[in-house]
């Protein structure tokens, strides 16, 4: 059988990698139903729509994707929606076929245990091989015909006789996927800093960029350590009030701004994005004491600072002087005068050789 080689950086979801929702006819009414499922006790809470009502919480359902059906436990009922609905970006929605029969949630149950059989296997693989590389899951199709690999690296990995080894193994296809740490994560799940599951392990598809500046945003201490998640990166809910901050944040004062009030000069020092307060100093020497102004005192101090400084004005010009463009109106005029002289020239020349009129 042929192998799959794959050392790029992938983006599982935490779901079937190559699931996708089962095709509706566009004839048929929408299902009414809504419920949670996992395909794995540690993998997240995806929906999935059914017409079959009554689905109770650990019971083993069959779940269509592009590769056949695959088993799943349902986690719960989610919540009805009167009209059927498009997911939204990065959420997928899949669809409830039937209820499992027995031999089928037999083979669930004895699937996991085959996994980490082959999660056993690979690792002594990858020991006798002497790969650096960190084995993060093992997944298996339900029909046998696909064993996934999980593995996290710095650098990439020349796997080939490790591809080998497990074809040789299993017998079947072997795919093989490189992830980052944050997709690691999100597979082995955890608790966060702020004592709930981790974001990325329950409902977070698609990771979005973070960046140091939406701490600073938040006016966050820039510790790494109170900033990054179990991952050793930046927490993905620094983007949840991101947008919020920033939009508050527009036409307050900066730290720094100085503001004139009673004849005065004032210093911001501080600004709380929230209640809408600034905290200023005194500029002039010998005067101290702080004060929190609230947005109804400095907004009217806002609307007076002074703006940039007018541009001076161009000192006269004397007759000596060049004025600005004079040379260019020089140059002009000169051109037009050789122009003429030219024509004159020619006219003369066309004279001369020309027989005199009668």
């Not at 005192?297 to 007018?310: D, I, N, V, Y």
């Not at 050789?338 to 020309?354: H, I, L």
């Amino acid at each position: 059988m042929e192998p799959i080689l794959q050392n790029d950086t992938a983006d599982p979801t935490g779901e079937r990698p190559d699931a996708t929702p089962a095709p509706q006819n566009q004839g048929e009414p929408a299902p009414s139903h809504q419920y949670y499922v996992r395909f794995r006790a540690d993998a997240p809470i995806l929906s999935a729509t059914s017409r079959l009502a009554g689905l109770n919480r650990g019971e083993v359902v069959m779940i269509q994707t592009d590769h056949g059906p695959e088993p799943a436990t349902v986690s719960g009922p989610g919540p009805d929606v009167p009209e059927p609905r498009r997911p939204e970006a990065g959420q997928t929605s899949y669809a409830i076929t039937r209820r499992a029969n027995r031999e089928e949630a037999e083979k669930f149950e004895n699937l996991v245990g085959r996994e980490t059989e082959a999660f056993k296997t690979c690792q002594s693989h990858i020991t006798r091989h002497r790969l650096e590389m960190k084995l993060i899951r093992v997944e298996r199709y339900f029909n046998g015909s696909k064993i996934i690999f999980y593995f996290t690296a710095e650098n990439r990995v020349d796997f080939r006789e490790l591809v080998k080894d497990l074809v040789q193994e299993f017998r079947t296809r072997v795919e093989i996927r490189q992830i980052g740490v944050r997709h690691e994560t999100k597979m082995i799940g955890g608790i966060g800093c702020c004592g709930r599951e981790l974001c990325c392990a329950t409902f977070i598809n698609n990771f979005a960029p973070v960046s140091i500046k939406m701490a600073k945003e938040q006016n966050l201490p820039l510790n790494p350590a109170k900033i990054s998640g179990v991952c050793n990166r930046l927490l993905c809910c620094l983007t949840y009030e991101y947008e919020t901050y920033h939009a508050l944040r527009k036409g307050m004062p900066k730290p720094g701004k100085t503001l004139v009030k009673e004849g005065v000069e004032l210093k911001v020092i501080q600004t709380n994005v929230l209640k809408g307060t600034i905290t200023v100093v005194p500029t002039a020497a010998g005067q101290e004491g702080l004060q929190v102004m609230n947005r109804a005192e400095w907004e009217p101090l806002m609307a007076q600072a002074p703006g940039r400084p007018a541009a001076q004005a161009a000192p006269a010009q004397g007759p000596d002087r060049k004025q600005p463009g004079a040379g260019k109106e020089r140059n002009r005029r000169s051109k037009g005068r050789r122009r003429d002289n030219v024509e004159s020239e020619q006219k003369g020349a066309g004279d001369e050789g020309s027989p005199p009129e009668e």
